[in-house]
Nanobody
């Protein structure tokens, strides 16, 4: 069993920055990647970014490439998402998750999820 604790959300004006963090505990050997999904009001949850724990390979959704950077501190079992040049369309609840790097579409069934963190970007 894996527990994920998120922090770092908040309210920011367009063009501003926020950093999200997510710390894992429990049986952390049961996943190979960590990252974030987000859900805007009335929208489906979508993948934002993830990082492979072993070698640091990264994935970014097209909508955030060049603006978001994901990183990890394996000694702390913690992943960070630095978000810059935020846009109103980035608004949503950001959920940290842990799951299999090679099977991204299996995270809903086999992944572990954090409690969610609200990010609001005002125009």
């Amino acid at each position: 069993q894996v527990q994920l604790v998120e922090s770092g959300g908040g309210l920011v004006q367009a063009g501003g920055s926020l950093r999200l963090s997510c710390s894992a505990s429990g049986d952390t050997s049961c996943f190979s990647a960590m990252g974030w999904h987000r859900q805007a009001p009335g929208k489906e949850r979508e993948g934002v970014s993830c990082i492979k724990i072993s070698d640091g390979r990264t994935y970014y959704a097209d909508s955030v490439k060049g603006r978001f950077i994901i990183s990890r501190d394996n000694a702390k079992n913690t992943v960070y998402l630095q978000m810059i040049s935020l846009k109103p369309e980035d608004t949503g609840v950001y959920y940290c998750a842990a799951g299999p790097w090679d099977r991204a579409n299996a995270w809903t069934d086999f992944g572990s999820w954090g409690q969610g963190n609200q990010v609001t970007v005002s125009s």
